[in-house]
């Protein structure tokens, strides 16, 4: 009677658990989804989206679902690739599982559901349908897991309702591609590697019936998968082992008239981590590439993520690691204040996967990937230059008027790095001076260098010399320096404008030269004295001379062309008279007179007045035709031959 009772007992509890099986799916058979627009019962509620972490799967799910439309023509096969997987837990469980799968369709939005046979293709990953009649059909797959031996242990993964419409051919204005994942893994040895994304391409219109075909410009680094149940491939790129580098994937739709129209996009391949350049004394960061939202939820398995560095010899060191609880916050690894010191060296990320702590898969590592510091000083150089001797209040910090010989000349320079930890070695500093300058004494940061410390570089081309100061380096802990320069003037003959740019140059941490100009200085240089030259006045050769007249000067003598040229480089300028005196008479008859305005005066041995000047205004003087020194003949007409005579010039400061 107790062992009765018992399997009664037992019989019962199998019969509820059947009956609650059962009233779970029919409540689940009732839910609905949508496909191209229509409200349509699934054979079974979809599985939700996987969640990954990286390449890591955390619940069962597809990684390919079926597109919710597909549009074909009667007789034009088309396949609907999809790819189911499970967990990382359940696949540490049941590691022998192998997947099965079975298509279901339904012709009536889903009221009715009716398994696909084998022969046409119902068990297959890879579904292809060729359609006889026009119309839509709705498709859903159940992709199971379990082996020989435990089938009544199936794993389903459901996937979403898919329809196929077969109608008239439509032709593609455009298309549209994209990867679900623009980076991809190259390892092929680790299961945790995401190593292969799906392409995909969406026409313009979106129910163009055209057949769609996939290419790679370099099949070296990523091809697409064999699809072995159909022939062909799928569209599931796959990265080559060890690859790295840019794809780009091109589809092509052939249209129902024969035309074609094409799209394309990129994905990257690599390890997993990105070479890094920052500027010294700046953060660095490696991020490993993946989608990293996803959180895991089992509390039996364990995701670590470590990070190593290698410095320039390759020794490794542990640098981070997570725990089972923090590892979200090891998917980066930053360098806070990077130095020279860590230009070169390098950084890989290893993650790893346990279930009850001592069930463990493939760890996934990564590339190892550079650290690159770059020295990129950014120095800011402020000038100042003061005559010592003279200044009339024209003077600026980077102009000097009215220079000339034994005047004192001072430079001043402060040179900042403004990069911080930045290193410049042996640097100089470039100061043109003209010619002939004396160099009195040079200052650096207060200290008075010695001649070995600086050089001057004459150039026999031209009048530049060069003051060159070495000795100006920069590093973590020197970051500015003041140079002062003290000079003497020499060598001005004549009024010049001397323009000079001083520079800086040294070697950065890379060996490469780094040069930084300073802002132009201008010294306008005089010799301080006043300059006149006085041309000879020409009336040329008369011919027929006549009594009581007028004799102009040669063209050559006439403005614009200047009679007295005056170049005054005084510095410190005072009104002035021009006054001309004639030594000794033509004779003959003939006499020099000074006309202005219609009226004139006779030269004579007394000075007369030419031109006055306020200090501000002294210039050359030149005449028309009709003023100035004209020659008249007066009542004797002289004798055939040449005349000449001297005319003094006198050019003195008026009060």
Not at 105 to 128: A, C, I, L, P, Q
Not at 158 to 183: F, I
Request: with cysteine; aromatic share 10%.
């Amino acid at each position: 009677m107790i062992k009765r009772f018992n399997r009664t007992g037992f019989y019962l509890i199998v019969l509820l658990v059947v009956i609650s099986c059962l009233f779970i799916n029919i409540k689940v058979n009732s839910l609905t989804v949508r496909a191209d627009d229509q409200t349509v019962k699934p054979y079974e509620k979809p599985t939700s989206d996987p969640l990954i972490f990286l390449g890591i799967w955390l619940s069962n799910g597809y990684s390919l679902q079926p597109e919710t439309d597909y549009y074909t023509q009667v007789g034009q096969s088309i396949v609907v690739h999809t790819s189911a997987s499970r967990s990382i837990w359940t696949v540490l469980t049941g590691p022998v599982d192998s997947p099965h799968y079975r298509w279901y369709k339904s012709t009536d939005y889903g009221e009715n559901w009716s398994s696909v046979s084998e022969s046409d293709g119902g068990h297959r990953m890879n579904f292809s349908i060729t359609p006889k009649s026009s119309g839509t059909t709705w498709y859903q797959l159940d992709t199971q897991y379990y082996t020989l031996l435990t089938p009544l242990l199936k794993t389903h993964i459901y996937s979403r309702v898919t329809a196929v419409h077969v109608k008239d051919p439509v032709n593609a204005t455009s298309l549209k591609v994209t990867a679900d994942n623009d980076y991809i893994y190259n390892e092929s040895d680790s299961d945790l590697a995401q190593n292969y994304t799906f392409i995909h391409a969406y026409p313009t219109p979106s129910d163009a019936t055209g057949k769609i075909t996939y290419s790679v410009d370099k099949p070296e680094i990523a091809s697409f998968a064999q699809d072995s149940e159909n022939g062909g491939t799928t569209n599931k790129l796959v990265a080559k082992s060890g690859a790295v580098g840019t794809v780009r994937v091109t589809a092509k739709m052939q249209n129902p008239d024969g035309s074609t129209t094409t799209g394309y996009t990129d994905v990257r391949v690599g390890g997993g981590l990105d070479d890094q350049t920052v500027d010294v004394g700046q953060p660095a960061t490696f991020s490993m590439h993946g989608n990293v939202d996803a959180t895991n939820s089992n509390a039996s398995g364990s995701i670590q993520i470590k990070w190593y560095k290698y410095d320039k010899d390759g020794k490794k060191t542990t640098v981070a690691t997570s725990n089972s609880s923090n590892y979200k916050d090891y998917v980066d690894y930053t360098i806070p204040k990077t130095t020279m010191d860590d230009d070169g060296t390098q950084y890989q990320a290893q993650i790893t996967v346990s279930l009850l702590g001592f069930i463990q898969t493939d760890s996934l590592t990564t590339n190892k990937a550079t650290l690159n510091v770059k020295n990129s000083p950014d120095l800011s150089i402020s000038t100042k230059i003061v005559n010592n001797t003279y200044d009339d209040g024209s003077n600026t910090s980077d102009t000097l008027n009215k220079v000339t010989n034994n005047d004192n000349i001072s430079y001043e320079f402060n040179l900042k790095n403004n990069k911080e930890n930045s290193i410049l070695a042996n640097g100089s500093y470039v100061v043109p001076i003209h010619d002939g300058t004396t160099v009195n004494n040079v200052e650096l940061d207060g200290t008075k260098l010695s001649s070995d410390d600086y050089t001057i570089y004459n150039k026999s081309d031209d009048k530049d010399s060069y003051l060159i100061i070495n000795g100006i380096d920069f590093n973590e802990t020197t970051e500015s320096h003041t140079l002062k320069v003290d000079t003497n003037v020499s060598g001005i003959t004549n009024a010049e404008k001397f323009e000079s740019v001083p520079y800086y140059y040294g070697d950065d941490y890379g060996g490469s030269v780094y040069q930084k100009m300073a802002s132009k200085h201008t010294i306008n240089y005089v010799n301080d004295k006043f300059n006149a030259d006085v041309n000879n006045i020409d009336f040329g050769t008369i011919e027929d001379s006549e009594k009581n007249k007028i004799y102009y000067r040669q063209d050559d003598n006439n403005l614009p062309n200047n009679t007295v040229n005056i170049d005054d480089e005084r510095r410190d300028k005072k009104a002035m008279r021009v006054l001309v005196s004639q030594s000794e008479p033509l004779g003959q008859g003939m006499i020099l007179r000074y006309y202005q305005n219609g009226n004139y005066t006779n030269l004579s041995s007394s000075d007369l007045l030419i031109k006055s000047f306020d200090q501000d205004n002294i210039s050359s003087i030149g005449w028309k035709k009709d003023d100035g020194i004209l020659l008249y003949i007066g009542d004797a007409l002289p004798m055939s031959g040449e005349y000449k005579t001297e005319l003094k010039w006198t050019f003195e400061d008026s009060i």
